[in-house]
Every structure is written in structure tokens, then in C-alpha cells.
């Protein structure tokens, strides 16, 4: 008999915001835990989630994540099954949720996940970054400070 071996994720990150950085400059980060349905757990662990278009934002006095996409877990059982673009409920202490609310209203201002994982216990965390958004001078320095980098590191390696 062949054991099958499920490749779930039981801690790791599971989807990341690479954009973010780019079109942001990130101000601080905040760690935060997510209320989520047992299928998109589910879903989770088998590595399925796209954050990149995804923000928070204040709703009737809570942090909610809006726009985040975790597709539907295909083995539940019917009717059992989560809207994979729902809002969903971030778990955040108080002091970081003012903290946060208090950005939000701020000007230019915005809260975006970094990146989606499990903690070493197994919860469902995301990283949020308070960021304010970059204009595309800023762009385009990064872009060039990148590429001299890579230039200069291929010119040192090749003297060597």
C-alpha cells in the first residue's frame, strides 16, 4: 500500500505582496490574525490566495480586509463552501487598531498586506504595512538604483 503524502502548508508563507514595496514606501508593519471559515483554511493550506490587489480599511469599528481572494475549497461539502472576495475581520490589539484607524484618516495613507502565512502554531497571520504611495520619480530611482547595483555587482564579479 502507497502512503500519499498531502502537500499542505502547516506553517510558511502562503501568498506575498511583492508590489507593495514598489508602489509604496512602507511607514511600519503590523502583524494581525484573520477570522476565516474552516473552507478557507482549507484553502489556505493548500497554498491558494492572492493578496496583491487587497487593502484594510475601518467597517462599523473593525479592521476588515476587502478584496482578498481565497478561492473556494473544492472537497467541501455542499453548501459548506466561502465567497472567495468576502470581507474579512482582521484580529488586531487595540493600540495597533488606533493606530491604524488613525492612519487610514491621515492623507495619503493606506494599509496593505504584505503577506499572508502560517505562525509556527499554525494560525492564519497577515502582515500589514502602513504605506504612503510613492510618485513615479520615486519609481523610476529605485529602478536605477537597482540596476546600477546589479551592473556593479556583475563588473566586481567579472574583475575578480
Not at 5 to 29: C, M, Q
Not at 63 to 91: C, D, F, M, T, W
Not at 130 to 141: L, S, T
Amino acid at each position: 500500500m502507497k502512503k500519499t503524502v498531502s502537500k499542505s502548508i502547516s506553517h510558511g508563507r502562503i501568498a506575498e505582496n511583492r508590489r507593495a514595496k514598489f508602489d509604496y514606501s512602507i511607514v511600519d508593519t503590523i502583524e494581525a490574525g484573520i477570522v476565516l471559515l474552516g473552507s478557507e483554511v482549507k484553502s489556505l493550506r493548500l497554498g491558494r490566495a492572492s493578496i496583491a490587489e487587497a487593502y484594510a480599511t475601518e467597517e462599523y469599528g473593525h479592521v476588515v480586509l476587502i478584496n482578498s481572494n481565497i478561492p473556494e475549497y473544492s472537497s467541501a461539502a455542499l453548501g459548506q463552501n466561502h465567497e472567495p472576495k468576502r470581507v474579512r475581520r482582521l484580529l488586531i490589539h487595540k493600540k495597533e487598531k488606533n493606530k491604524i484607524l488613525g492612519q487610514i484618516k491621515k492623507d495619503g495613507c493606506t494599509v496593505v498586506p504584505l503577506s499572508l502565512f502560517f505562525n509556527q502554531r499554525g494560525l492564519a497571520k497577515i502582515s500589514l504595512g502602513i504605506a504612503e504611495g510613492k510618485k513615479k520619480v520615486d519609481k523610476r530611482e529605485v529602478i536605477k538604483k537597482r540596476d546600477w547595483d546589479r551592473e556593479k555587482h556583475r563588473l566586481l564579479k567579472n574583475n575578480n
